[in-house]
């Protein structure tokens, strides 16, 4: 087991884990409810991205990973702000810490309640959208619906080329929408579970080819378990400068120095 002594600094981190820069829609609302906490956010850019992979690599790099970023930072608490490693890493990662791990489920429940057709589309990576996870989520959350799968990965690199700040080509969104609308019962379709942590980052672009749809991410839920675990804990008396540490860090990579910035990262680092 790896993790922190019961005696921890106010200045412990939480860490923020994704395979690139999705866990940043994960990020803005821990941020908004814990503008103290120190942030390590991480970004498993060697392996990026994750949704192309089998549940076999997935399975056996994530912990070891998380292993490796708690040793090193010795964060309170680690968030994987990634769908894909959540549906199918969670439990081995939580065997493997001995800190509290918060990770990312589909956001299935709150799209029932929002549906007024019955007709649901979950768009998130190949390798989430084939989950049994998915499948039982569905049937526990949303039994009378309709729920429509589809897996993009090129909304993926769509997300990470917008926060390099390079241009994006409109007919991926689209693309992606079809890939739920073109289904049967697609066209009754009012509301998509954004099932991948990159994808809020493009919803402004889903909402442009996709008018009248509404859009659900589980962020603000994540935040708000990362604030209820934490609840007894002491914070820094301000903000301080986060941190990003990548698995690989090269030009392409230097490009996101913006975008982190935003959020208060102010340097990379190399794991
Ligand atoms: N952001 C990730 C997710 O929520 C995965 C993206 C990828 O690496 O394919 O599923």
Redesign the pocket.
């Known amino acids: 087991m790896v993790g922190a002594s019961p005696s921890r600094s106010p200045d412990a981190p939480v860490l923020v884990f ?3 820069i ?2 940043l829609s994960v990020l803005g609302p821990i941020q908004a409810l814990l503008p103290q906490a120190p942030i390590v956010y991480a970004a498993d850019y060697a392996a ?5 992979k089998s549940e076999a690599e997935i399975a056996a790099r994530v912990p070891a990973l998380l292993g490796r970023l708690v040793e090193r930072f010795h964060p309170r608490i680690a968030v994987i ?5 959540s549906t199918i890493a969670l439990d081995h990662v939580r065997a493997a810490l001995n800190i509290p791990v918060v990770g ?1 489920v589909p956001a299935i429940k709150p799209a029932s309640e929002l549906s007024k057709s019955g007709v649901i589309g979950v768009l ?2 190949d ?2 959208v084939r989950q049994p996870y998915v499948a039982r989520l569905a049937e526990q959350f949303a039994g009378d619906a309709t729920i429509l799968r589809h897996g993009s ?1 090129d909304l ?1 690199l769509a997300a990470e080329a917008k926060l390099r700040g390079e241009h994006r080509d409109p007919a991926v969104f689209a693309a992606a929408m079809a890939g739920l609308t073109r289904q049967p019962g697609g066209d009754a379709m009012d509301v998509v579970v954004l ?4 994808f809020p980052l493009v919803r402004d672009e889903l909402s442009a080819v996709a008018p009248g749809i509404a859009f659900v991410d589980g962020a603000a839920g994540i935040a708000r378990r990362v604030e209820y675990l934490t609840r007894t804990q002491a914070w820094p008396d301000r903000p301080s400068a986060g941190r990003a540490v990548f698995t690989r860090l090269d030009a392409r990579e230097r490009e996101y120095a913006d975008a982190l910035n935003a959020y208060g990262l102010s340097t990379i680092e190399l794991l």
């Open positions: 994704d395979s690139g999705g866990g990026m991205p994750y949704g192309t702000a990634c769908n894909t490693a990312t998130g990576t390798a989430t990965g993926v099932a991948c942590t990159h």
